[in-house]
T-cell receptor
Framework: QKEVEQDPGPLSVPEGAIVSLNCTYS??????FMWYRQYSRKGPELLMY????GNKEDGRFTAQVDKSSKYISLFIRDSQPSDSATYLCAPNAGGTSYGKLTFGQGTILTVHP | EPEVTQTPSHQVTQMGQEVILRCVPISNHLYFYWYRQILGQKVEFLVS????????KSEIFDDQFSVERPDGSNFTLKIRSTKLEDSAMYFC??????????FGSGTRLTVV
């Protein structure tokens, strides 16, 4: 089983839609959960950072972590064409591996006007 | 906003040649990383560097790879003898605290 699995999509939605992006993981040691956004030919950009289970909201973005089912979600409300990018989940174990991120495959999102 | 700067943006090299990829991390950051992304594949961790030494490295980071922070501002990744399969985007990242770090725009390495 892969450590981090993410549906690569592509996902295409109309402007204003609510987008749901998901990841599953297998490593029980993961405690920190990041979502990155990557535009074409650019490096990943940190969107959301969550510790352990629960929800975190930041503007139009909400991150959810369910450690019991090893399931991570990112919701985008009122999606905009500028949200079109690849979204990467990246959990981390902390401790001595605090800096090492394990990325998912990424989900390609297109928001069309 | 502070940036991580990587040079060159694209490098073409012959198989067997040495390459050095350069990065200028954000000035007050203490943790430094290299990742790579083969076309169509995941972003993969290569190495983390803190306090002038490697803190963790992946299986990919074998004896052909080395990192250095030669002058307190640059952070370099050297590949001693490049192989075709080293062709990838290489991302440098830095962090002040060890989490939530900032990535550069990457160097696209093409080995021919």
């Amino acid at each position: 089983q892969k450590e981090v699995e993410q549906d690569p999509g592509p996902l295409s939605v109309p402007e204003g839609a609510i987008v749901s992006l998901n990841c599953t993981y297998s490593n029980s040691a993961f405690q920190y959960f990041m979502w990155y956004r990557q535009y074409s030919r650019k490096g990943p950009e940190l969107l959301m950072y969550t510790y352990s289970s629960g929800n975190k909201e930041d503007g139009r973005f909400t991150a959810q972590v369910d450690k019991s089912s090893k399931y991570i979600s990112l919701f985008i409300r009122d999606s905009q064409p500028s949200d079109s990018a690849t979204y990467l989940c990246a959990p981390n174990a902390g401790g001595t591996s605090y800096g090492k991120l394990t990325f998912g495959q990424g989900t390609i999102l297109t928001v069309h006007p | 906003e502070p940036e991580v700067t990587q040079t060159p943006s694209h490098q073409v090299t012959q198989m067997g040649q040495e390459v050095i990829l350069r990065c200028v991390p954000i000035s007050n950051h203490l943790y430094f990383y290299w990742y790579r992304q083969i076309l169509g594949q995941k972003v993969e961790f290569l190495v983390s560097f803190y306090n002038n030494e490697i803190s963790e490295k992946s299986e990919i980071f074998d004896d052909q790879f080395s990192v250095e922070r030669p002058d307190g501002s640059n952070f370099t990744l050297k590949i001693r003898s490049t192989k075709l399969e080293d062709s990838a985007m290489y991302f440098c990242a830095s962090s002040r605290t060890g989490s939530g770090y900032t990535f550069g725009s990457g160097t696209r390495l093409t080995v021919v």
